[in-house]
Nanobody
Framework: QEQLVESGGGLVQTGGSLRLSCAAS????????MAWFRQAPGKEREFVAG????????EYADSLKGRFTISTDTAENTVYLQMDSLKPEDTAIYYC????????????????WGQGTQVTVSS
């Protein structure tokens, strides 16, 4: 059974960094496009970054380019999101996602979701 499990969220001060991890299990995720989304209180879920498992294609939300980096470790079946220079507006629940469309920017095309991990950036 396919499963995505996120970790690495927490509380950080403005300007700090966090690295989120998404462990994929179930045997078939290597055929999927992987992505990170986030949802802040009272707002819609939004695309953050996406990648192919090979890492040869990456896509970022325009507002996050230069601060966030998505990467994969195929040996560990894990997708990472390195977040630097964090701002209070980055506070949200971050979700790992797997889908079949590139780029996976629309949550309607997500096949699998992780449970989410909370990121809180204090000012």
């Amino acid at each position: 059974q396919e499963q995505l499990v996120e970790s690495g969220g927490g509380l950080v001060q403005t300007g700090g960094s966090l690295r989120l991890s998404c462990a994929a299990s179930g045997g078939t995720f290597q055929y999927y496009v992987m992505a990170w989304f986030r949802q802040a209180p009272g707002k819609e879920r939004e695309f953050v970054a996406g990648t192919m498992w090979s890492g040869n294609l990456v896509e970022y939300a325009d507002s996050l380019k230069g601060r966030f980096t998505i990467s994969t470790d195929t040996a560990e079946n894990t997708v990472y999101l390195q977040m630097d220079s964090l701002k209070p507006e980055d506070t949200a629940i971050y979700y790992c996602a797997a889908g079949s469309r590139w780029p996976l920017v629309d949550h309607r095309f997500v096949h699998y979701w992780g449970q989410g991990t909370q990121v809180t950036v204090s000012s």
